[in-house]
C-alpha cells in the first residue's frame, strides 16, 4: 500500500520581534509503518506540489515533524522559517564581556610575618592565624578571594557544529589550560561552561565561559620557603606541634606544604577560538 497524504485545512504563522517569521501547515499521512516514512512522504508531497526548493512564497522549508495518531496514520507538521535577524553579528564576529569580582574563601597563613607585642620575654612566635600557643589547631580566618571570569562570544557557520567539535567541546569542559591560553599562563584558566544556539539557516552562536586564578610562586609559610602553586591547584599544610620546654607554650609549626592537581588540564587552544 502506498503512502496517501492529505493536507489539512488551515495553517498558522508567526512574526517575532526579530524579524523572523514562521509558517506551520499540517498533513496527514496514511499507509506508512514509520516515522521518518511518514517524513519521507510528506517532503515527497511538498515538492511535487510546491517544487524544489520547498518554499511558500519567501518562507523556506526547515523541519517537518511526525506524530502517530492511529495505526498507519501520521501527522506531520511542515514549518517554513526565514531567519534574517536585524543587526544581528556576521558570522566571524566576536564578542566578549568579562567580570572581576571576589569569593568567600578561608586562610590559615598570613601572607606575611605575623607580628606580636609580648608583656614579657618569652619569644613564642605564632606562624598559624588565631593560634593561640595551647596546642589546640587554630581556627582559619574567612576572607574575600579575588576572582575573574571571562566568556567569548563567535558566530560561526553552522556546519563547522559537528560531531566531533561537539565532543572535543564535551572532552574540554572543567580542564585547565596546559599551554598559554587567551592571556593566562598554565594552570591558571578554568574552562566553565559553552552553550551553542542556532542562530539561522547556516549559522550559529557559541558562547565559552571560563574563570581565572593567578599562579603563585615564591610562597613562604613558617619556615618553608620556595613553595609554588598553580592558580587551580590545591595546597595545605602539615603542622607539627612542638614546646621548646614545659614553661614555653606549645607551637603550630608548618612542617610540610603539599600542592595538588584537582582538575586536569588540556589545549583549551582546540575550542578554536584563538589563544
Known sequence: MSAIVSEIVGQKGRLSADANAELAKTYHVS?????ADAIAACNAFLLSSLGSPIAIGSLPLDTIDATEIADSI????????TFQRRSAPAVGEVQFSFELGTLSTEVAYPVGAISVYRSGSDSWQPQLLNDDGKGSQPSPVPILEPTYDESETHWVPLDSITLGYRQTLKALIGKTNATFWKGNQPGEALLTGVSGTRRGASDAELTFRWSVRENQTGITIGGITGVSKQGWQYLWVRYETTRTSDDEPSVETPSHVCVASVYRSADLSLLGIGV
Open 31 to 35: 499507509g506508512v509503518s514509520t516515522e
Open 74 to 81: 501520521y501527522e506531520c507538521v511542515a514549518t517554513f522559517r
